[in-house]
């Protein structure tokens, strides 16, 4: 499947959400419950690592968000790529945590997370071939529709940063 890796735009935003919401109502990709508004979603994520994976519509997006206000944790942000359903298993999603982390290594982040819900083992394993590593399990983190939901923790450290 040919496709590009492109930033992300403001007019992708429809496509984006409906891929997002996509996530949402399987019940194992996010604790969200409703997609927010674009304006809400810009403002929580860095404008460096916005991405989507285009080939006539959107196939899926990756993007990072600072996971502290600290400036001691600038370089540290948190994952999240979605892809859409019928493109799943394509190497869509492959493609475009590739480009975010060569994205991030350029922009000074040095720290790569990722909450996964156990049961998304095919997000588990693409990270995994990404470099990133599992630190351990939040049990019981969040609730979801009133049960325990707990989160894989995963982090890939920057190679550029000399942390690894």
Known sequence: MEFKIEKMKHEDWEQVSKIYNEGIKTGNATFETEVPSWESWISKHLPCCNLVARRNKILGWAAVSPTSSRNIYSGVT????????????????????????????????????????????????????????IVGIREKIGKMDDVWRDVVLMERRSKKAGIT
């Open 78 to 133: 948190e994952v999240s790529i979605y892809v859409s359903k019928e493109c799943k298993r394509t190497g869509v999603g492959l493609s475009l945590l590739k480009k975010l982390i060569e994205l991030s290594e350029n922009n000074s982040i040095w720290t790569l997370q990722a909450g996964i819900f156990p049961e998304n083992e095919a997000s588990i394993n693409l990270h995994k071939k990404c470099g990133f590593r």
